[in-house]
């Protein structure tokens, strides 16, 4: 009878183990792209990289514009089927045209948003092939870090501005231009202890409604973002909406601040109580596709796949993403927003951005 019962309670034991382990599996599965919603994103993927190829034009560009060609290129860069390689010639004339576009002070433009254009080539060439770009991407690097706001302009913290980075004029910052020269200082190995970092932060949190670490009279507490310390583009107002608060989680996690900081649990918990994909929430569909791809660069940098809301539904983003995407891709392979603020009419930049969301929904 003894020897029956220990039988008994090792059967018992294992079965308790293999649930547990089940268990695991099942919340490890759940914090993945879906099988089959993975060969969906890269055939959306491809679609939009073929829409794409064919509408590159002879000198290298994309809408005749280096800003939408350094994005283009990016999507190219990052596709699963990495096209530094197997597409190289197209990607060396593109390549070839923004570099074709620096300036002796390192910043890549033609006629206008040196800053703008600059970041999103640093960003491109990293991704394409940073060790033979190297000392493009260097000096476009330092124009970057002499561009932000601070002492050698003549600014201060006590001013709004100190930290930010705009589109290339020395009117004012914004923090959609900050994430992005941010993400191409990241991308570029500016070092974590470099002071532009400590620098951002102070403009990032002007921009955050949340007053505890918000200096500015008119911030809240919900623990969103704004466009700028003091102005939202929700109109007349400094409500939080959903691109600026992907924006600044992003920021913050890029100048090496922690998951369990208070400033990057509000900005969080705001995305949660917010989460939607049917809009750019708070703008209805202006910058719906800068949504999506910025929304996919902040969760994939924050690490969590699943996004509780506010009902207590839990959402895996990755798969959220893909089958919105995948559902209003046309035909042809393009995207593209019926509301044409921010030059979301333009085909080629929503696909790239639809592109690179992807291409976050996919990697590990």
């Given at each position: 009878?003894?020897?029956?019962?220990?039988?008994?309670?090792?059967?018992?034991?294992?079965?308790?183990?293999?649930?547990?382990?089940?268990?695991?599996?099942?919340?490890?599965?759940?914090?993945?792209?879906?099988i089959?919603?993975?060969?969906?994103?890269?055939?959306?993927?491809?679609?939009?990289?073929?829409?794409?190829?064919?509408?590159?034009?002879?000198?290298?560009?994309?809408?005749?514009?280096?800003?939408?060609?350094?994005?283009?290129?990016r999507?190219?860069?990052?596709?699963?089927?990495?096209?530094?390689?197997?597409?190289?010639?197209?990607?060396?004339?593109?390549?070839?045209?923004?570099?074709?576009?620096?300036?002796?002070?390192?910043?890549?433009?033609?006629?206008?948003?040196?800053?703008?254009?600059?970041?999103?080539?640093?960003?491109?060439?990293?991704?394409?092939?940073?060790?033979?770009?190297?000392?493009?991407?260097?000096?476009?690097?330092?124009?970057?870090?002499?561009?932000?706001?601070?002492?050698?302009?003549g600014?201060?913290?006590e001013?709004?501005?100190?930290?930010?980075?705009?589109?290339?004029?020395?009117?004012?910052?914004?923090?959609?231009?900050?994430?992005?020269?941010?993400?191409?200082?990241?991308?570029?190995?500016?070092?974590?202890?470099?002071?532009?970092?400590q620098?951002?932060?102070?403009?990032?949190?002007?921009?955050?409604?949340?007053?505890?670490s918000?200096?500015?009279?008119?911030?809240?507490?919900?623990?969103?973002?704004?466009?700028?310390?003091?102005?939202?583009?929700?109109k007349?107002?400094?409500?939080?909406?959903?691109?600026?608060?992907?924006?600044?989680?992003?920021?913050?996690?890029?100048?090496?601040?922690?998951?369990?900081?208070?400033?990057?649990?509000?900005a969080?918990?705001?995305?949660?109580?917010?989460?939607?994909?049917?809009?750019?929430?708070?703008?209805?569909?202006?910058?719906?596709?800068?949504?999506?791809?910025?929304?996919?660069?902040?969760?994939?940098?924050?690490?969590?796949?699943?996004?509780?809301?506010?009902?207590?539904?839990?959402?895996?983003?990755?798969?959220?993403?893909?089958?919105?995407?995948?559902?209003?891709?046309?035909?042809?392979?393009?995207?593209?927003n019926?509301?044409?603020?921010?030059?979301?009419?333009?085909?080629?930049?929503?696909?790239a951005?639809?592109?690179?969301?992807?291409?976050?929904?996919?990697?590990?």
């Amino acid at each position: 009878m003894l020897f029956k019962s220990i039988i008994r309670l090792v059967i018992l034991a294992c079965m308790l183990n293999f649930s547990s382990l089940s268990v695991i599996a099942q919340e490890t599965d759940n914090k993945s792209l879906d099988i089959s919603l993975r060969n969906e994103a890269q055939r959306a993927v491809e679609k939009g990289i073929a829409y794409l190829r064919k509408n590159m034009d002879k000198q290298g560009s994309w809408s005749n514009h280096p800003g939408v060609t350094a994005i283009v290129l990016r999507a190219f860069a990052g596709s699963p089927k990495k096209y530094t390689k197997n597409d190289g010639m197209l990607m060396k004339v593109s390549a070839k045209y923004l570099i074709s576009l620096q300036h002796g002070d390192g910043s890549i433009y033609d006629k206008e948003l040196p800053n703008y254009i600059t970041a999103n080539t640093i960003i491109a060439l990293s991704a394409l092939d940073s060790e033979k770009y190297k000392e493009v991407i260097k000096k476009a690097q330092s124009f970057l870090v002499d561009s932000q706001f601070d002492e050698g302009e003549g600014y201060t913290k006590e001013n709004d501005y100190y930290g930010g980075i705009g589109y290339g004029s020395r009117i004012r910052p914004d923090l959609s231009n900050l994430q992005t020269a941010l993400e191409a200082l990241k991308d570029s190995g500016l070092p974590a202890d470099d002071q532009t970092w400590q620098r951002a932060l102070t403009f990032i949190q002007r921009c955050q409604n949340r007053s505890e670490s918000n200096d500015q009279k008119w911030a809240g507490n919900d623990g969103g973002f704004v466009y700028l310390p003091g102005e939202s583009k929700v109109k007349g107002s400094t409500t939080s909406y959903g691109s600026m608060t992907y924006a600044g989680l992003k920021s913050f996690l890029y100048a090496n601040v922690k998951k369990d900081d208070p400033r990057v649990k509000a900005a969080y918990d705001w995305i949660c109580s917010h989460y939607t994909l049917e809009e750019n929430p708070g703008m209805g569909l202006q910058g719906l596709f800068y949504s999506y791809h910025t929304f996919a660069k902040a969760m994939y940098s924050y690490g969590n796949d699943i996004i509780k809301d506010n009902s207590g539904k839990s959402n895996n983003w990755r798969n959220d993403l893909t089958e919105k995407l995948a559902e209003t891709q046309s035909p042809d392979g393009y995207w593209v927003n019926t509301n044409n603020r921010w030059w979301e009419s333009d085909k080629n930049l929503c696909t790239a951005y639809a592109v690179i969301a992807l291409e976050y929904c996919l990697k590990d």
